[in-house]
């Protein structure tokens, strides 16, 4: 069965992701969310660790609302799509992919859970080539080259406390 979820939460975490990035430039920024809830309640149903995923995913949340309201209140990163804009914190979109990345994190990257420099190596180089997909689609603006650092430094200590996290869950 963990085969199965590993392969769900995959193909389910870049479904999700695509949908968020997209939906937010066509003027659907709720399907993208919507879709990710899905997705993880359908998670939910099949796994025995509901309780760790479920403090893993708002851990998640709350680092990506920290870190891209963050980066765009300090002017680094502009998004569209931006529901909760007015509140000057990031959108929801972005922080739907934050909960998609925390299953896909707990499952598909189980196997570095508790190798924390190689998960450091992941964000560094992972987190910035996410947002640089997030350019080409035209879901956000990097609005410095010097965010590309920031948010290779922010992915790189995030990611490794993620999982450290998750591991004390277990």
């Keep these: ?3 199965y979820i590993k392969l769900y939460d995959l193909i389910g975490f870049k479904v999700c992701w695509v949908l968020c990035a997209f939906c937010s430039i066509w003027n659907q ?6 879709a990710t809830l899905l997705f993880i309640l359908i998670h939910l149903f099949f796994v025995n660790f509901r309780s760790r995923d479920i403090k893993v995913i708002i851990i998640a949340i709350l680092c990506g609302l920290i870190l891209d309201s963050s980066f765009s209140n300090l ?3 502009s998004y569209k799509g931006g529901i909760l804009a007015k509140y000057s914190l990031s959108p929801l979109w972005i922080l739907s992919m934050w909960a998609g ?6 499952y598909t990257l189980e196997s ?13 180089v992972g987190g910035p080539l ?17 965010s590309y650092i920031y ?3 922010a ?9 450290k996290y998750a591991n004390n869950q277990d």
């Design 130 to 146: 996410s947002y640089s997909a997030g350019v080409g689609i035209g879901s956000i603006t990097i609005l410095t080259t010097y």
């Design 29 to 34: 920024p709720y399907l993208g969310p919507i």
């Design 155 to 163: 992915w790189a200590l995030i990611v490794p406390l993620l999982f």
């Design 112 to 124: 570095i859970r508790e190798k924390y420099i190689l998960s450091s190596l992941l964000g560094l």
């Design 101 to 106: 990345f925390a299953l896909s994190m707990l």
């Design 151 to 153: 948010l290779a430094i």
């Design 1 to 3: 069965m963990i085969r």
């Design 75 to 77: 002017s680094l990163i």
